[in-house]
């Protein structure tokens, strides 16, 4: 036994000299400290994640032209987690990462506008025209969410619900993740579900 | 769902308006007017039919014909990873009764990292619809319905339609036209039948399934591929890889399991297309069938199909990493080989040996570099072509494979000390055999370029034990991958191995800041006999897991022939000798080496006391074993399981294992976090532990998995571990 132990101890020195660490960049994963970002709002501000340390934090993927989104913004299934949940010290941002040109895109005014015109309760539109932010969160679809505890630890990243449809009807009655993560954690227990499907329209990025 | 599954599935809603419809009184009178041109963009809905008139009894197919515009597709009964199923809700009068869509079989959309599955262009969904017998000859009948559906190119958009057709009734059926029944027919040729001659059967391994099938009398098509469109939307992985392989009679399919499904499936339900041309019922055309599979157990060996049938799955795992990044991780891992302690000193010495020459012929320089890294290129071929044919051939390995076998251990032993003997100047090799102790000038240019060539040969022989960082997960992909893919992975392998050498070969003005010529080449020669020695002993220690005692024994007799053949060729030189003496030494050289080999491949082969599964479980009684259904057994009691996948020839493993998993504070935090420790121990061929390293997308060790509960996903670490990234998870998660 303890041969082996030296015998393996001896390549461990001339291994550990050569090997260098894994530096593949990994995208964000749950149960993992959420990435780091720095982002301008639609009405000029920036806003780090690193601002809201201590609080929890929701990330929406938006754009209001994917009919998915349309689901939950016409239902006022969205503004109505987003009152509920910015009420309760949570900060809610919108990221739009539709590249210039494309679906969901609109110059920072007209996105103000937009959010009148959906009576938007987000505590902030964030631009993310180059994509960066939303390949670092992997984020595929509007609306994808994540949930992102006072630790800054991710703990949901997935589908809104459990209904991929847009279909307004289908709200009532489904189980909605966002809601389930945000209660969970902040009564302290467990969140059961850490990730599920998520579904919607894909992110609308500017090409690689 | 259950609302939304009738809506879906049969949605036959009949309106009881009463007496009124004796007289097939159009109901839903109060519906808006019909208003194609902006509820349903880019696309256009209308109801196709095979026949203009009903007859009281009969029954008949019309089908919701959505025409797109080009570019633009909708959506399959099982849209993928976004979208939305075509839906329809009929307005019939009481004669009449429509069933379900029969959804003719879809075609894969790929967005970036999503796929999808629906129609492109145009598609008919038939539905059969049958006429009761107390339809009256002579009224009309009208079918409405109202349609909505998304319409999506790299953009989605809702769209609906009313779409309506009334039928005379008539005593017999009279036919649509011909182009109509034909577009119909066309959509029907689409739509999966069942193929009794066809069973199906799959197993699950973790993270994976395979799926089975075979025909009753073995005369299955001669395909090499074909695409399985599950009908559920979380049990499979949409976007990954279906590597079909053929053993003898049956198929088998490996299949990615969805990592955000709730739970294992029981039955693998969908539609089975097989490639143009090609036909699942010999005789017929019939391109797609329908799928349901039971899923018969976890793990391997229970298909009654076919015992060992999920070769397969060994060839699943695309998709983790995309070939381009496989391909940098390759050329990566080939240059820190040239680091490895069993490659680094015979090149660098190679290398020094340009200092010597540095002054002469820069062609025959790059002559060398070039050949040198063709050498490096064949053998990594070979290495390729083999290890595929052997996976071809059924067998379940992976990188390392060559480490398995004992024979080639004992055989590596034999070279790394002849190797380490040769740089201690225990013996010369002339000019007739391989150049491997940095003699590459002074020599005729033709054997100079032999040992250019030769040499790189053997530094890929030797690099062969050796697993760099970034080669796991490049190696991983190119087992998964097309045998062209796999080429070009072996390739990029061979390259970045070779660049170094022929890199300095190329560029003389490097060459000639290399340190001076001197007597200081000899010792760091002589040194550099010991890494080599020690890699041997490393071998050895492989060996005796593998075997035994008693085979150590047999291939350290054959290590000291080994010497007395070196010992023999030094003394009986050939400058200094009579020819006589000359060819009787070396004929006794040759005569002992053949003795020495001999004696390691019968040690190899007769000798199985000490099988490292049983010596290596009792040092660490509070790690498991691996099996599948362990893993799955304890994963469901909630416990976060962390299995080490290992094997006693990874020497990264080992130094994983003795720094960090044997480490005081890591056994600490696993026992804290009441995390179940598993281990599958590679060093012998083990078919199971093959399957999960493919369904994590690995073909090599180590890998280090974690689960953090029962539905978490299955985390890996990266190879090179560290306390801290143990520690940190454990704190970190559940």
């Known amino acids: 036994m303890t041969v082996r132990r030296l015998v393996t101890s001896l390549f461990a020195v001339l291994l550990i000299a050569l090997a260098p660490s894994d530096i593949l960049a990994q995208e964000a994963a749950v149960n993992q400290q959420a990435p780091g970002f720095t982002l301008k709002a639609a009405d000029g501000e920036t806003h780090s994640l ?44 919108s990221i739009v990462s539709s590249a210039e040109g494309k679906q969901g895109y609109y110059p920072p005014n007209e996105m103000l506008e937009q959010k009148k015109k959906h009576s938007g309760e987000m505590t902030a539109i964030l631009m993310d025209t180059s994509g960066e932010v939303g390949r670092a969160y992997g984020a595929q679809v509007t609306p994808h969410m994540y949930v992102i505890n006072p630790e800054g630890q991710l703990i949901y990243k997935g589908g809104i619900d459990d209904k991929p449809t847009t279909d307004t009807a289908d709200i009532e009655g489904a189980t909605n993740y966002v809601q389930l993560a945000l209660d969970q954690a902040m009564s302290g227990e467990e969140v059961k579900v850490q990730t599920a499907r998520p579904y919607g329209c894909t992110v609308k990025y500017a090409a690689k | 769902m259950a609302k939304r599954l009738r809506r879906r599935f049969y949605t036959v809603t009949l309106i009881l308006l009463g007496v009124m419809l004796a007289t097939v009184t159009p109901v839903m009178g109060q519906t808006a007017p019909v208003d194609t041109s902006d509820s349903s963009p ?147 040729a689409r739509v999966p039948e069942s193929a009794p001659d066809w069973t199906f059967e799959a197993s699950r391994s973790e993270g994976s399934y395979g799926l089975a099938f075979t025909h009753s009398d073995g005369n299955g098509p001669d395909i090499s591929s074909a695409q399985f469109f599950p009908e559920e939307g979380d049990v499979l992985d949409h976007a990954a890889a279906q590597p079909l392989t053929r053993q003898v009679d049956a198929f088998v399919m490996a299949l990615q399991a969805s990592p955000y499904a709730q739970s294992p499936a029981d039955t693998l339900r969908g539609v089975l297309v097989a490639p143009s041309g090609t036909s699942w019922i010999p005789g017929e055309e019939v391109r797609a069938i329908r799928v349901q599979a039971p899923v018969v157990a976890d793990g391997a060996g229970t298909l009654s199909i076919q015992e060992n049938g999920l070769a397969a799955s060994t060839g699943s795992g695309s998709g983790r990493v995309a070939l381009g990044w ?70 379940e390995i992976g990188w390392g494979f060559q480490l398995q076998s004992p024979a080639f251990v004992a055989l590596m032993a034999l070279l790394f000390v002849g190797i380490g003997y040769n740089l201690l100047g225990a013996f010369e090799v002339g000019t007739t055999l391989m150049n491997w102790g940095g003699r590459l000038q002074g020599t005729t240019p033709d054997s100079g370029n032999r040992g250019a060539f030769m040499t790189g040969i053997l530094a890929t022989i030797i690099a062969t034990p050796c697993t760099a960082p970034f080669m796991g997960a490049a190696l991983g992909v190119a087992l998964a991958s097309s045998a062209p893919g796999a080429f070009a992975i072996f390739s990029m392998l061979g390259a970045g191995m070779a660049t170094p050498y022929v890199g ?14 001197g007597p200081w080449m000899e010792t760091l020669k002589q040194f550099f006999a010991f890494p080599m020695f020690a890699t041997a002993i490393w071998l050895l220690w492989v060996f005796a897991q593998q075997t035994g005692h008693n085979a150590v024994a047999l291939l350290l007799f054959g290590i000291l022939l080994l010497g007395v053949a070196s010992w023999i060729l030094n003394r009986w030189s050939a400058p200094t000798v009579s020819r006589t003496a000359r060819i009787v030494s070396r004929a006794l050289v040759a005569t002992i080496l053949v003795g020495a080999v001999t004696l390691a491949l019968v040690g190899a082969r007769y000798d199985r006391s000490g099988s490292s599964s049983t010596s290596t479980t009792n040092a660490d009684a509070q790690w498991m074993s691996y099996s599948a259904e362990r893993v799955d057994s304890l994963r469901s009691t909630g416990r976060p399981v962390f299995i080490d996948f290992t094997a006693a020839w990874c020497l990264t493993c080992q130094v994983n294992k003795q720094t960090v998993l044997t480490a005081p504070e890591v056994t600490d935090a696993f026992e804290q976090s009441n995390v179940a420790l598993i281990r599958a121990d590679w060093t012998n061929r083990d078919a199971d532990i093959t399957r999960a390293l493919a369904s994590h997308g690995r073909s090599g060790v180590p890998v280090y998995v974690y689960y953090a509960g029962p539905d978490a996903r299955a985390e890996i670490l990266p190879e090179v571990l560290t306390k801290d990234m143990i520690l940190d998870r454990l704190s970190g998660g559940t």
């Open chain 2, 42 to 188: 880019h696309s256009e809905a209308s109801l196709a039919s095979t026949v203009s008139a009903v007859a009281p009894g009969e029954t008949f197919t019309v089908a919701l014909y959505i025409e797109m515009d080009e570019g633009w597709h909708t959506y399959w009964i099982n849209p993928g990873d976004s979208g939305e199923p075509v839906t329809i809700e009929w307005s019939l009068p009481d004669e009449l009764d429509a069933g379900a869509f029969k959804w003719p079989y879809p075609h894969r959309i790929d967005a970036s990292v999503l796929t999808s599955y629906g129609y492109s262009d145009r598609v008919l969904l038939p539905a059969t619809v049958s006429a009761s017998s107390d339809l009256a000859v002579g009224d009309s009948v009208t079918i409405r319905g109202q349609a909505s559906w998304l319409i999506c190119a790299d953009v989605c958009l809702p769209a609906s339609a009313s779409v309506e057709r009334t039928f005379a009734v008539a005593s017999e059926s009279v036919s649509a036209s011909s182009a109509e029944v034909q577009r119909i027919e066309q959509a029907q």
């Open chain 2, 504 to 517: 300095l070969s190329m560029t003389p003005r490097l060459l000639d800041r290399l340190p001076e010529p």
């Open chain 1, 50 to 93: 690193s601002d809201f340390e201590g609080k929890y934090v929701v990330l929406e993927w938006l754009n209001y032209g994917c009919p998915f989104v349309q689901k939950h913004y016409q239902s006022g299934n969205m503004q109505q987690l987003q009152k509920t949940y910015t009420e309760k010290d949570v900060v809610w941002l």
């Open chain 2, 326 to 395: 496989a391909l940098l991780m390759a050329f990566a891992g080939g240059l820190l080989l040239n680091l490895m302690p069993c490659v680094f000193p015979v090149l660098s010495i190679k290398i020094l040996g340009f200092a010597d020459s540095s002054g002469e012929d820069p062609t025959a320089m790059r002559r060398h570099g070039w050949l040198f890294g063709a050498g490096v290129l064949v053998s990594m071929w070979v290495l390729a072509g083999t290890l595929l044919g052997l996976r071809a051939a059924g067998n």
